[in-house]
C-alpha cells in the first residue's frame, strides 16, 4: 500500500508506530500545516497544553577544544585569541549574579573538551558550585564530554557517572548527539565520541537514575534517511532505557564554521517539518523542544503549533550558539517566554531541569 | 450542526463565508486547520505556483501634510529628514536601477502627501520614468495619493486618473487603505482620504481599465470585527468591478510612530500573522492572489506563509524606505535565487512575474 498522509494519520490514530518509510514519506510531503496538525494532535496527547520553560543561566567553561569538530563555532584552540578559560572565582560570581533572580533555578554547564584540565577539575567545579547554591538544579555534560573524561581519566563511564553525580550532578543535556551515524561522524567529528559511545553514556546515565536529552543536529551533510534513522536509534534507546526527557533539534547555524562557505542554513519550512516530524516518530519522548536560540523566538512560538511542548529557558549567558551568528536576542525576560506561550494558546509552565514543573501562569 | 461545525465544513468546501462564519474561525479555528484550508483555496487559484516579481522602489518625498499618527515615514514641513527627489534624481535612480536591475518589470512608487509640490511634478515624473522604460510597468499612487491630488490641482478623481494614465501610469499600488473604517481612520490617519474616498477611487481606476491592489494594515487599534469587516469591503468591491489583482495585508509596525507614544499597542506575532493571511485567503475568495510581503514579515514567515494561502512573495526590492523606517529587521535587497530557493523549499513552482501575473519566467517543476 502507499504511503500518503491519510495511511498516516490512520496509523497514528490507531495508535500504531510509525514507521522508517513512514518517516520518510512525511519529510517528501510538503503539506506543511497537515503534518504540523498531526504532530500537535500527537502532542496533546503525549504532553498536553503545558509548555515549559525554564529560568536558567548557561556557563561554558571554556571554548579551547580538542574536537575541531566542522560544523563548530564555538570551540577553538588555546592559540586563537577568543580562546577563554573561566577561573571557579568567575563561574562562582556569574552564578551568584544570575541567582540575584529568585527566579533563576537551573543552570546548564557544557564545554569545549579542554587540552589540559584534569578530571577531577571538573568534579571539584561541580562540587563548588553546589556548596556554594545547594538550591540550583545543575544538568551538564554532554555524551561527548563524559568520554572525554572517561579517556582522561582512564576511568569506566560508570565509575565516571557516578562521581559526578556524588559531586552533585542531577542531569544532563542532548548535546553531542548530532547524527548518531558513523560515517557522518568521521567527516564532521572524528575527534569525539563515537555514535556506540554516545549511546552507550546515555543509557549508564539512566541506568544511575540520571535523566538525561538527546538532540539532532541537522542540515549539514546528513540525508533525510540518515535523519529518520537517528530518530529510530533514540526511539529504540527509549525503549530500553525510559530515560530520556526531551529532544532537541539544532539546526546546523553554518555560520563562522568550516562549512561556511558550502552549506546555507536550512529553511525554516525544514525546521518546522522537523520538529513535527520528530514529535511524531518520537512517541515515547515526553518533551519535544522548541529551541527559540536557534530557531528565533517567533518560529520558536510557531513551532509549539507543530509539535514542540517545550521552548527552553531564558538562557542568560549562552555562548555556543551566539557564536555561530544566531540573530536570535543573547537572553530573553521570563516574561516574553510566558506571553509567547500564553498566545499560541498554551499554558506556561515553569520547571526545573528535569521537566518537573515548579509552578504554573 | 452546530454553526462552527458549519463554518470549518465551508471554508473546506471553499464555500463563501459569512462574516459571522469568519469570526468565529478567527476565534475557535486552529492555526493550522485555517493553514490547511487557505493552502487549498491558494491552490484552487494558482495550483502550484508561487510568484515574485522584480522591482524597483522609489519613494519620491517624505514631508507630509497628513502626519498619520501610524505612521514612521513622513516628517514634518521643514524637518531636517524632509527630502523630495527632483524628476532628474529620479531619472538618476531609474538609470542605475536598469544597470542594476537586469529584468525589471515595474517601478512602484509611493510616496508621501507632500506639501512642495502640485500635481504636474506626479505627471513630469511618470513622463520620465516612461521615457527611460518605456516598457517598464508603472505601479504608484495609493488612492490617499489620488485623493490628495484632486485637492492640490481642483481636478475629480476620473480627471487625475485620466492625466496620470496619459503620462504613463499601468496601475495603483493597494495601499492607504488601513482599515476602511472611518472611527479607526479618525484615529489612526485623520489627515488623508477617508474610506468612501478610497473606494471611489479603487473603483474609478477599475472603471477607466486601470487595475489595483488592496490592502489592510492592522494589528493596532482595531477590533478583530473592524479588522474582519474590512475584508468584506474588499470582497463587496471585487464582486462588483473586479479590478483588484492581489491583496496585501501589513502588520503593523509600532516602532518609531505617534500612535505607538498614544496607544499601549502589542506588537504582532508570527502566529497572528500567519493566522490572518490564511484567513483573508479564505475570505478573499475572488481576488487571485495573496502576497506576503517578505519585506514585512520576514524571509522565514514569508516562506511559511506559503503553508497558510499566500501565493506571492513580492519581489525583490530596492531602497524601500518606509517600511524599513518603521523598524522591519529585514534586509532591503532580495535576489532571485533566494526567492526560488525559498518557493522550492516549500514545494512549490517558482514563477517570476510581472505586475499583471502574466508568467516571465517559470521554473520547471523536477
Ligand atoms: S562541537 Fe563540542 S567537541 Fe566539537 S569542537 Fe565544538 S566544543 Fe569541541
Ligand atoms: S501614511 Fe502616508 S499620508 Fe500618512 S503620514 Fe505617512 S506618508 Fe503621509
Redesign the pocket.
Given at each position: 500500500m502507499d504511503i500518503t498522509l491519510d495511511t498516516i494519520e490512520d496509523k497514528i490514530h490507531s495508535g500504531q508506530r510509525l514507521s522508517k518509510e513512514d518517516g520518510l514519506a512525511l519529510y517528501s510531503s510538503n503539506d506543511l500545516a497537515r503534518i504540523g496538525q498531526l504532530a500537535d494532535s500527537v502532542r496533546k496527547k503525549i504532553s498536553g497544553d503545558y509548555v515549559y520553560y525554564n529560568v536558567n543561566l548557561h556557563v561554558n567553561l571554556t571554548n579551547i577544544c580538542i574536537g575541531q569538530c566542522k560544523f563548530c563555532a564555538f570551540g577553538c584552540k588555546s592559540s586563537s585569541d577568543k580562546a577563554y578559560e573561566l577561573t571557579k572565582q568567575s563561574v562562582l560570581s556569574r552564578i551568584a549574579k544570575a541567582a540575584e533572580d529568585p527566579d533563576m533555578k537551573n543552570l546548564h554547564i557544557v564545554s569545549g573538551l579542554h587540552p589540559d584540565w584534569p578530571y577531577e577539575y571538573y568534579l571539584d567545579i561541580i562540587k563548588t558550585i553546589k556548596a556554594n547554591f545547594p538550591l540550583l538544579h545543575l544538568k551538564g555534560f554532554t555524551g561527548v564530554e563524559i568520554m572525554h573524561f572517561v579517556k582522561i581519566s582512564g576511568k569506566s563511564i560508570e565509575t565516571v557517572l557516578r562521581e559526578l553525580i556524588a559531586a552533585g550532578l542531577e542531569a544532563m543535556p542532548g548535546g553531542g548527539a548530532e547524527i548518531l551515524d558513523d560515517s557522518i561522524r568521521q567527516i564532521l567529528c572524528p575527534n569525539k565520541a563515537t555514535s556506540t559511545e554516545w549511546l552507550e553514556v546515555a543509557r549508564t546515565a539512566h541506568r544511575l537514575g540520571i535523566t538525561t536529552n538527546a538532540s539532532m543536529l541537522y542540515g549539514h551533510i546528513e540525508t533525510k534517511e540518515q535523519r529518520i534513522n537517528h530518530l529510530l536509534t533514540l526511539r529504540a534507546l527509549q525503549d530500553e532505557t525510559g530515560g530520556l526527557q526531551t529532544f532537541i533539534c539544532f539546526p546546523f547555524q553554518p555560520k563562522n564554521t568550516a562549512l561556511e562557505d558550502s552549506i546555507t542554513r536550512t529553511s525554516v519550512w525544514d525546521d518546522l517539518k522537523t520538529m513535527a516530524i520528530s514529535r511524531l516518530m518520537l512517541d515515547n519522548i515526553h518533551n519535544i523542544k522548541a529551541y527559540w536560540v536557534m530557531l528565533t523566538l517567533p518560529v520558536a512560538m510557531l513551532a509549539l503549533g507543530f509539535g514542540a511542548n517545550d521552548i527552553d529557558g531564558t538562557v542568560g549567558g549562552e555562548k555556543i550558539m551566539h557564536a555561530a551568528g544566531v540573530s536570535s536576542q543573547k537572553a530573553l525576560s521570563k516574561n516574553i517566554l510566558i506571553d509567547a506561550i500564553r498566545e499560541a494558546g498554551r499554558i506556561p509552565a515553569e520547571c526545573d531541569c528535569n521537566s518537573k514543573i515548579i509552578r504554573t501562569f | 450542526m452546530d454553526e462552527l461545525t458549519r463554518a470549518r465544513q465551508k471554508a473546506c468546501a471553499g464555500s463563501r463565508l459569512s462574516f459571522d462564519e469568519a469570526l468565529l474561525l478567527y476565534r475557535k479555528a486552529s492555526l493550522l486547520e485555517l493553514g490547511q484550508w487557505a493552502r487549498a483555496a491558494k491552490e484552487r487559484h494558482s495550483g502550484k505556483n508561487v510568484y515574485y516579481n522584480i522591482n524597483r522602489h522609489i519613494n519620491l518625498s517624505?514631508t507630509?501634510?497628513?502626519?498619520?499618527p501610524?505612521?514612521?515615514?513622513?516628517a514634518k514641513q521643514g524637518d531636517t529628514r524632509g527630502y523630495i527627489l527632483s524628476p532628474e534624481k529620479v531619472a538618476e535612480m531609474i538609470s542605475r536601477a536598469m544597470q542594476e536591475t537586469p529584468g525589471l518589470t515595474e517601478i512602484h512608487i509611493?510616496?508621501?502627501?507632500c506639501p512642495d509640490t502640485n500635481f504636474s511634478y506626479y505627471t513630469d515624473i511618470l513622463h520620465t520614468v516612461r521615457k527611460l522604460l518605456p516598457h517598464v510597468h508603472i505601479q504608484a499612487f495609493?488612492p490617499?495619493?489620488i485623493i490628495?491630488f484632486t485637492k492640490i490641482s481642483g481636478l475629480s478623481i476620473k480627471e487625475v486618473l485620466q492625466h496620470l494614465k496619459d503620462a504613463g501610469l499601468s496601475s495603483l499600488p493597494g495601499?492607504?487603505a488601513e482599515i476602511l473604517d472611518d472611527s479607526v481612520r479618525q484615529i489612526i490617519?485623520p489627515?488623508?482620504a477617508s474610506s468612501a474616498e478610497w473606494i471611489e477611487t479603487m473603483k474609478t481606476a477599475h472603471s477607466m481599465g486601470i487595475p489595483t491592489n488592496s490592502s489592510i494594515l492592522y494589528g493596532h487599534i482595531e477590533t478583530t470585527e473592524q479588522r474582519l469587516a474590512h475584508l468584506f469591503k474588499l470582497r463587496a468591491i471585487q464582486d462588483e468591478t473586479g479590478g483588484f489583482g492581489a491583496f496585501v495585508s501589513f502588520p503593523f509596525y509600532p516602532q518609531n510612530t505617534k500612535l505607538a507614544e498614544l496607544y499601549t499597542i502589542k506588537p504582532l506575532t508570527a502566529w497572528e500573522n500567519l493566522k490572518f493571511i490564511a484567513l483573508s485567503r479564505l475570505v478573499l475568495d475572488n481576488i487571485d492572489h495573496i502576497k506576503a510581503f517578505w519585506i514585512m514579515l520576514s524571509e522565514e514567515i514569508a516562506q511559511l506563509s506559503l503553508a497558510f494561502g499566500a501565493d506571492d512573495l513580492d519581489g525583490t526590492v530596492g531602497e524601500e524606505k518606509?517600511i524599513h523606517a518603521a523598524g522591519a529587521k529585514s534586509g532591503s535587497i532580495m535576489t532571485r535565487k533566494k526567492l526560488n530557493d525559498m518557493i522550492v523549499q516549500a514545494g512549490y513552482i517558482p514563477a517570476e512575474r510581472d505586475s499583471l501575473y502574466n508568467i516571465i519566467k517559470q521554473a520547471v517543476p523536477s
Open positions: - | 517624505n507630509c501634510t497628513a502626519l498619520c501610524l505612521c514612521a515615514f513622513s509611493v510616496s508621501s502627501l495609493t490617499a495619493e490628495y495601499g492607504g490617519c489627515d488623508k518606509i
